[in-house]
């Protein structure tokens, strides 16, 4: 692993910690700059919540979420080296409020769902991943009435998808390429 391959808990009771992960190239963990906007965003509501990070890659994110008081973190990740760093990760931290799942996010969103409070959706660009996760969150119970959603995409594409209804997206930026939005689920309870 080399120096490169290291990412930085921004805030929280880690802040400072560095963490490896596995060299692939399709791995791009989410900046310090965006993460520490996202937790910005996010304080208000993320102490204690149930936290599901879809596409865990390097777990930025869910790190960052568990350090900022989230109550658990599911990380689903495909790549079997992936997922061993990020349990050595785990390990290393003393994190017990991380589960960390092998496997595809579509074939995990096609299991039965249990709801979480906020949602962490990174895809791999141009894959046509982030609409089939924003389909599956909502129509599998995946979701509490009022979950946050952040998701992380190539710019341009968040214009082009639908959201479910009940969706609204309430902050939204850019860096370079990417763009980064929160969305919020406002489900009318009967």
């Known amino acids: 692993m080399s ?23 399709d791995l791009r963990p ?22 599901l990070d879809l596409f865990a890659g390097s777990g930025a994110l869910g790190w960052e979420a568990l350090s900022h008081g989230a109550g658990e973190v599911v990380m689903v990740e495909r790549d079997r080296r992936v997922v061993r760093q990020l349990r050595e990760n785990r390990e290393l931290l003393g994190a017990e409020g991380a589960t960390i799942r092998q496997g595809a996010a579509l074939d995990y969103l096609a299991g039965s769902g249990e709801p979480f409070d906020i949602v962490f959706l990174d895809p791999p660009f141009r894959q046509g991943l982030l609409g089939e996760c924003v389909r599956g969150l909502e129509s599998g119970g995946w979701l509490s009435p009022r979950a946050w959603i952040y998701m992380e995409s190539e710019i341009g594409l968040l214009e ?4 479910p209804a009940g969706w609204s997206i309430v902050r939204s930026r850019s860096a370079g390429q990417v763009s980064y939005n929160l969305a919020q689920r406002n489900l009318q309870l009967a």
């Open 30 to 51: 989410t900046p310090d700059r965006v993460r520490e906007t996202l937790f910005n965003w996010l304080r208000p509501v993320v102490e204690g919540a149930r936290c």
């Open 3 to 25: 120096v490169h391959n290291r990412i930085r808990i921004i805030g929280g009771r880690w802040r400072g910690r560095k963490l490896g992960f596995p060299d692939r190239p």
């Open 160 to 163: 082009q998808l639908p959201l």
